[in-house]
């Protein structure tokens, strides 16, 4: 892909994004956000569908962290389903899943929706996101549903800057400190006396004549 259609697509899902952020929590069968057709990654399994899906690593490059799995989950069947885990294939990464109540699994309610990623939002943390991704590639992601089974897309890698800074890890180790350089220690003292004078032995006296 080249460099100015990559800009484009990834312009184009922080735009799709931000509807779906707004509007997830009303989604349902005549949701608008069930009618955009994202330029980004979105799939479609039975009544499951998924759209809006990002790994997003730390926003300084270089910094190892965990990094994040931003993604927008439509039910459209009759009961619940819960997201039982998401994986990334070819990887080692390890991806931690947290509800939105800090509780129980991430359940995506009947003919409704759940967002993962953002504050207030479930949350999913790839705990070895440095090793795992790298900004600029495309990585398949496999969501794992209790009744529809595995759904997978591929997902584009960005940092959490701009447009997504908001959708990162919340947990951004600090940039390496610089270590100050110690001045070498002079090897003695100044003594005051210039080399071939005598020494002073004692405190000067009145000359004399006074």
Do not use: W
Request: proline share 10%.
């Amino acid at each position: 892909m080249s460099r100015s259609l990559r800009r484009g697509a990834l312009a184009a899902t922080a735009i799709v994004f931000s509807v779906a952020a707004l509007s997830a929590c009303g989604a349902g069968n005549d949701a608008q956000t069930l009618e955009v057709r994202p330029d980004n990654a979105a799939v479609t399994v039975d009544d499951v569908k998924i759209q809006n899906a990002l790994v997003v690593t730390q926003p300084e490059p270089g910094v190892k962290g965990p990094a994040a799995v931003s993604a927008a989950v439509f039910n459209n069947g009759r009961v619940p389903q819960t997201i039982d885990a998401i994986s990334l294939p070819g990887t080692t990464a390890v991806v931690k899943l947290k509800a939105a109540e800090g509780t129980g699994p991430i359940t995506v309610p009947a003919h409704g929706s759940v967002l993962i990623g953002g504050k207030g939002n479930a949350s999913a943390v790839i705990e070895n996101g440095s090793e795992a991704a790298r900004n600029g590639d495309a990585q398949k992601i496999v969501f794992k549903l209790s009744k529809t089974g595995d759904v997978a897309l591929n997902a584009f890698i960005v940092p959490a800057t701009s447009y997504f800074k908001d959708f990162g890890p919340e947990t951004v180790p600090a940039p390496p400190a610089a270590t100050p350089t110690t001045p070498a220690s002079p090897s003695g003292e100044p003594t005051g006396v210039a080399p071939g004078e005598p020494t002073p032995t004692g405190e000067a006296t009145h000359a004399a004549g006074h």
